[in-house]
């Protein structure tokens, strides 16, 4: 079935160091592939989205990359900020463009040490 | 307006209730969804409308109804909830561009339901 799996759940680095969050999806049709980031009590924001006819995208201090023939994708933050202390979600679209889901993976949480 | 609002933030209710939630956004968004999340989880569709009609419906049991009467609005009503139903509900919206490609999912804050 629709499937994504993340790793790892849990990751803590020092302020300043990279981080990077890996996911792997099952649908080969899946063609979006967005990251959001929630903190606590808060709600889902997007971070930055990636679409299957784009290998890499950055944004700053944020990017990721899609490897569509291997089905995985992965999240890399660079200069790790102690605000970036949240749980990180990725996910893949099932789905036409006017109707389409997203399965979420279930989710990092990063600590940033100062 | 740019954000998607829900109403109300918290919800008590006891399991023979009946309440509503509601969700609403003015940014021209045409494709709406319900999630549910649980403490620690990711979130979990449970419907999608499209050009105010429902397109997906995740086999959610039918004490949840699902509403939008105009496509600023969707509603999701409860009736005879389980105390397991307690979650935060959250409702995002998506912009509908023909010809287009997938477009983001904005969030709104949530209603935290407790089921007692």
């Known amino acids: 079935g629709e499937n994504v799996e993340q790793h790892p759940s849990t990751l803590s680095v020092q302020e300043g160091d990279s981080a990077v969050i890996k996911c792997t999806y099952s649908?080969?049709?899946?063609?979006?592939f967005p990251w959001y980031k929630q903190e606590l009590g808060k709600r889902p924001q997007l971070i930055i989205d990636?679409?299957?006819?784009?290998g890499e995208k950055k944004d700053q201090r944020i990017a990721v990359t899609l490897n569509k023939t291997a089905k995985h994708f992965s999240l890399h933050i660079t200069e790790t900020q102690p605000e970036d202390s949240a749980v990180y979600f990725c996910?893949?679209?099932?789905?036409?463009?006017?109707?389409?889901?997203?399965?979420f993976g279930s989710g990092t949480r990063l600590l940033v040490r100062p | 307006d740019t954000e998607v609002t829900q109403t109300p933030k918290h919800l008590v209710m006891g399991m023979t209730n009946k309440k509503s939630l509601k969700c609403e956004q003015h940014?021209?968004?045409?494709?709406m969804y319900w999630y549910k999340q649980k403490a620690k989880k990711p979130p979990e569709l449970m419907f999608v409308?499209?050009?105010?009609?429902?397109?997906i419906n995740e086999s959610v049991p039918s004490r949840f109804s699902p509403e939008c009467p105009n496509s600023s609005l969707l509603n999701l009503h409860l009736h005879a909830l389980q105390p397991e139903d307690s979650a935060l509900y959250l409702c995002?919206?998506?912009?509908?561009?023909?010809?287009?490609?997938?477009?983001?999912?904005?969030f709104g804050p949530g209603t935290r339901l407790t089921v007692l």
């Open positions: 649908d080969s049709a899946s063609n979006y």
């Open positions: 995002a919206s998506s912009p509908i561009q023909r010809g287009s490609t997938y477009n983001e999912q904005f």
């Open positions: 409308y499209s050009y105010e009609k429902l397109s």
């Open positions: 996910a893949a679209s099932i789905g036409g463009y006017s109707s389409y889901k997203l399965i």
């Open positions: 940014m021209g968004h045409r494709a």
């Open positions: 990636i679409r299957s006819n784009v």
